[in-house]
């Protein structure tokens, strides 16, 4: 009963989707549609290489478990404001690899390089813990 009922919301949410689309201009008739005029002016390029983010934007992905700039002191999570370079360093790397188990951090881990650890490693050791 579900799946007909499921298929049933599908199949009204494409109509009205096509309902939606057919007051639009992709439907116009070809008499109304606009001819097509070659530009005699290049397209502008797409920006250029911008720099990576630093260390502070990376860390606030920390901040919603270890705290604004890593300064939250709850049992559960690990301080990081203060914390050695080489200390973040290499938890980062074995959340990463697997070498030190955990719920969460390992798929937080995959999601940086190594220049961006490093980074972030960098700013936590500047930060004066509280």
Same mark, same amino acid.
């Given at each position: @009963?579900?799946?007909?009922?499921?298929?049933?919301?599908?199949?009204?949410?494409?109509?009205?989707?096509?309902?939606? !689309?057919?007051?639009? &201009?992709?439907? #116009?008739?070809? #008499?109304?549609?606009? &001819?097509?005029?070659?530009?005699?002016?290049? #397209?502008?390029? &797409?920006? $250029?290489?911008?720099?990576?983010?630093? !260390? !502070?934007? @990376?860390?606030?992905?920390?901040?919603?478990?270890?705290?604004?700039?890593?300064?939250?002191?709850? #049992?559960?999570?690990?301080?990081?404001?203060?914390?050695?370079? =080489?200390?973040?360093?290499?938890?980062?790397?074995?959340?990463?690899?697997?070498?030190?188990?955990?719920?969460? @951090?390992?798929?937080?881990?995959? $999601?940086?390089?190594? !220049?961006?650890?490093?980074?972030? =490693?960098?700013?936590?050791?500047?930060?004066?813990?509280?």
């Amino acid at each position: @009963m579900r799946l007909q009922h499921l298929t049933l919301a599908l199949i009204g949410l494409v109509f009205a989707i096509g309902l939606l !689309g057919a007051s639009g &201009p992709v439907f #116009a008739s070809p #008499a109304a549609a606009k &001819p097509v005029v070659a530009s005699t002016t290049p #397209a502008p390029l &797409p920006p $250029g290489p911008k720099a990576p983010p630093s !260390g !502070g934007a @990376m860390a606030q992905t920390c901040a919603g478990c270890h705290g604004t700039e890593g300064r939250l002191k709850a #049992a559960a999570f690990m301080p990081l404001a203060g914390m050695p370079r =080489a200390q973040f360093v290499q938890a980062m790397r074995d959340f990463r690899s697997g070498k030190r188990p955990s719920t969460l @951090m390992g798929h937080v881990a995959q $999601g940086f390089s190594d !220049g961006e650890i490093d980074a972030m =490693a960098g700013y936590f050791a500047n930060v004066k813990p509280e």
